[in-house]
């Protein structure tokens, strides 16, 4: 397939055209969506959103009809319960139908989920392939009994400055943290604000910026975190082709999950991408997409004071080291660009 082929390819996922929702799910579907139309023309993708399909059960339903009478291959992104929907009427179209259906996973809790979904491993089966955002999960579902996963990584586009234009902001005595992230407890938000004010008391000179929608049943936690601490700034949302010229001003990333399952997460390509350092809790992948000292540093998951110290021993670097870093993020960034996934996905549709 080329652009401009009379060919259609259908894309279900969380779209949301309108641009209201900045979580990973959404941002993933919208990336692979603009990838698509690159490289075939957007008069060729057939979209079906599924945001808030419970809501607008009619028309999602109606638009997966019309996909699936006008596209032979199917692009699906999926959640948990979008799966649960959708995966046994994919199955049904892929065994029935004829339909090619190209299943890109949506974060690392698929292995998992076939636990308690035993009967998933035969829809995924079913499947052309399940992209999976890293290589240790390829091997789970394999052992799970799934035999067509595939690594794809995820990626972002970005607009704006580019990375090395602010690499070289004089560095004035004063560390900026930043989090890009759902605003809510399990993503260690709480944490970062205690480490960082932990920091200013010991003489420290240190300001953290949070970014991101914030969790409706976190929203009065968060307003107290901001009230008591003098330090911590909450920032709002940033449309996510536009994060690269936010958060390459930053000295470094904080990203102290205490999901064990995430997958890949953007906000780590944003920061790759600017050359910023990454102060991440090791969740699974960890190993995978960030190295120790090179790359930034690790702590345990849940763990504030092991939070506080990886920070210190950032902050304790020589000047040279924190270039160098900056050096070996932009250098790791390359793995998570468009062009990195392009050749892959276009392989796989053109069979």
């Avoid at 924190?322 to 070996?328: E, F």
């Amino acid at each position: 397939m080329s652009k401009g082929s009379t060919k259609k390819i259908g894309l279900i996922g969380r779209i949301d055209p309108d641009c209201r929702l900045f979580d990973g799910q959404t941002v993933k579907t919208r990336m692979m969506y603009r990838l698509l139309c690159e490289m075939y023309g957007e008069e060729s993708i057939v979209t079906v959103d599924t945001y808030d399909y419970k809501h607008r059960a009619p028309m999602v339903m109606a638009d997966f009809a019309r996909c699936l009478t006008s596209c032979d291959r199917l692009v699906v992104l999926l959640s948990t319960n979008g799966r649960r929907v959708f995966f046994p009427l994919l199955s049904f179209a892929s065994k029935h139908m004829g339909k090619k259906v190209y299943h890109n996973l949506i974060g690392g809790w698929l292995a998992s989920n076939l636990e308690k979904y035993p009967k998933w491993v035969d829809y995924l089966n079913s499947f052309e392939v399940n992209w999976v955002e890293a290589h240790a999960l390829v091997e789970r579902l394999s052992e799970k009994g799934v035999c067509n996963s595939e690594y794809l990584p995820n990626f972002k586009y970005f607009t704006g400055e580019k990375a090395g234009v602010l690499m070289d902001r004089h560095f004035d005595g004063r560390f900026r943290f930043c989090t890009f992230s759902r605003v809510m407890e399990q993503k260690g938000i709480t944490d970062a604000a205690m480490a960082v004010e932990q920091l200013c008391s010991e003489g420290t000179q240190c300001d953290l910026d949070v970014y991101g929608p914030i969790d409706d049943g976190y929203k009065q936690d968060f307003a107290r975190i901001i009230e008591s601490s003098p330090h911590v700034e909450y920032k709002g949302c940033v449309a996510p082709e536009e994060s690269l010229g936010t958060v390459a001003a930053y000295d470094a990333l904080l990203f102290p999950t205490k999901w064990k399952l995430e997958g890949i997460p953007g906000t780590i390509i944003d920061a790759l991408a600017g050359g910023v350092p990454v102060i991440a809790s090791k969740w699974q992948y960890y190993d995978e997409m960030l190295e120790d000292g090179v790359t930034g540093f690790g702590c345990e998951s849940g763990s504030q004071n092991e939070l506080t110290d990886a920070m210190r021993r950032y902050i304790a670097l020589e000047d040279t080291r924190r270039v160098a870093m900056r050096d070996a993020c932009l250098k790791r960034a390359q793995a998570y660009s468009p062009e990195a996934v392009e050749e892959i996905v276009c392989r796989e549709l053109s069979r």
